[in-house]
């Protein structure tokens, strides 16, 4: 399995990829148009010759090196916020107390924020189930951390994932059923679409006031800041690498949203590069790790090198995946 950047020939294979892909995951449930404009935007991004942060996306899909079928997909947004704000719920306590009666309460309740000058978002990610096990739902995600790692540079100082939130197999959301519908008028699904177009709407028909978690329904309560069932490895991935859940939940379906400083993801920090000293047959008893080339052409794998210090041993194989040869840099992690 190879992670590499998208090109903009992976349009069809990409949407028919992300047709797939369950309710709850936002980003992906995109028209072809929307999917187009993002690839573009990507394939823009990792041809840019500036240094600066940019505010673009950085799209990777996954592909089975065997049959080059896109299996997989996942994104950088490299800044959330600005012209569209970055909307979801935090949680307080609101503190109500009687001196008569000698009753102090605090009663959490949800409020509405607004992020104009946004974090950058990990995020869009998919693997079709037939891929699942073997290590590929973690270079999936982790691929991503030695991007940033390489090019941190483009990336803000904090990045966040919004995880996905409770919903079932026919687009029931316990929390929209409670709240949001009541809003806006219409079922899950149709509101997690239109959220790829604009979020206008959102500031314009979301209540602003406080809303007190305990007059939710017993069920909409029970699913704020909890993940779906399918989301639990990706969350707990996530949390090995440092990100922590900081009272911020999806405004929708109340799934949380995980917050971790760039420079102390765990893959970024102890990643390392190495310069290509050999590519020879290795045998099966080196060291596996998470490699990668250190080019925006990016391509990353998990595969068998021997590391020593500075320099690294590649199988032809590894190299092959990774268009690297002798005399090129790699960035490995552990």
């Known amino acids: 399995m190879i992670v590499r950047s998208v090109r903009s020939d992976d349009l069809d294979p990409l949407f028919e990829l992300i047709q797939k892909s ?8 995109v028209s072809k148009d929307v999917l187009a404009t993002r690839i573009e935007e990507s394939v823009f991004a ?8 940019g505010g673009h996306p950085y799209v990777f899909v996954m592909e089975d090196s065997a049959s080059q079928e896109i299996v997989g997909t996942s994104a950088i947004y490299s800044k959330v916020g600005g012209f569209e704000p970055l909307y979801s719920y935090e949680i307080k306590p609101s503190v109500h107390r009687s001196e008569d009666l000698d009753v102090h309460k605090e009663i959490a309740t949800l409020h509405l924020h ?64 409670a709240l949001g519908s009541y809003f806006f008028q ?33 069920d909409a309560q029970e ?38 400083a760039l420079s102390e993801i765990r893959t970024v920090r102890t990643s390392q590069v190495a310069k290509v000293a ?6 099966g008893d080196a060291p596996k790790y998470l490699l990668s080339n250190c080019s925006m052409d990016f391509r990353c794998c998990n595969g068998r090198a ?15 995946n990774l268009s690297v040869g002798v005399g090129d840099t790699i960035r490995w992690s552990n």
Not at 238 to 252: N, Y
Not at 306 to 320: E, H
Request: glycine fraction near 8%; proline fraction near 6%; include cysteine.
């Open 22 to 29: 369950e309710f709850g995951l936002t980003t992906l449930k």
């Open 114 to 177: 607004e992020e104009h000058d946004g974090p950058t978002e990990i995020g869009s990610i998919f693997l079709l189930p037939a891929f699942w096990g073997q290590g590929h739902g973690s270079l999936l995600s982790k691929s991503r951390f030695l991007f940033m790692a390489q090019f941190s540079n483009l990336f803000e100082k904090e990045v966040i994932a919004e995880m996905r939130g409770v919903v079932d197999s026919s687009g029931k959301s316990p929390l929209w059923a």
């Open 223 to 260: 699913v704020i800041g909890k993940v779906h069932d399918l989301t639990k490895p990706a969350l707990a991935l996530l949390e090995k690498e440092g990100f922590e859940f900081r009272q911020r939940v999806d405004i929708f379906d109340g799934g949380p949203t995980v917050h971790c």
């Open 278 to 283: 050999a590519v020879k047959d290795i045998g």
């Open 306 to 320: 021997i590391v020593d210090r500075q320099d690294v041993t590649l199988s032809p194989a590894v190299a092959r």
């Open 46 to 53: 990792f041809s840019r010759k500036s240094t600066k942060r």
């Open 186 to 218: 219409m079922d899950f699904p149709k509101a997690e679409t239109l959220t790829s177009k604009s979020k206008k709407f959102i500031a314009e028909l979301m209540p602003r006031h406080p809303i007190y978690i305990p007059l939710l329904p017993l």
